[in-house]
């Protein structure tokens, strides 16, 4: 009861000719072949992205934290304001 007899399969192979017709059933394997393929290939593209992160933590440096971005865009800040304090400064005033 496990498995199909041969006679079983001769005998699906007969329906799907019935329902589908001689000419549709070799591009219905191509089709569900190429759908497998895709799927066989995204499957290990997403075991590839769970590798990925660790990966690349072992090679990265270690990124600023929120603390030393904030600091730096202020000090960074400054430094346009006054270039432009300076900037206005330098300008002759137009009267």
């Known amino acids: 009861m496990g498995s199909l007899s041969p006679v079983h399969w ?7 000719v019935l329902l ?15 759908s497998l393929r895709v799927l066989k290939r995204e499957t290990s593209r997403l075991g590839d992205e769970d590798d ?4 690349q933590a072992r090679t990265a440096p270690a990124a ?7 600091r730096a865009l202020e000090e960074e800040n400054a430094r346009l304001r006054a270039a432009a304090d300076a900037a206005r400064r330098d300008e002759p005033e137009a009267r």
């Open 20 to 34: 589908f017709g001689a000419k549709k059933l070799p591009d219905t394997a191509k089709a569900l072949g190429q």
């Open 10 to 16: 001769m005998i699906v192979l007969v329906v799907l």
């Open 64 to 70: 600023p934290d929120a603390e030393e971005r904030l």
């Open 52 to 55: 990925a992160p660790a990966a």
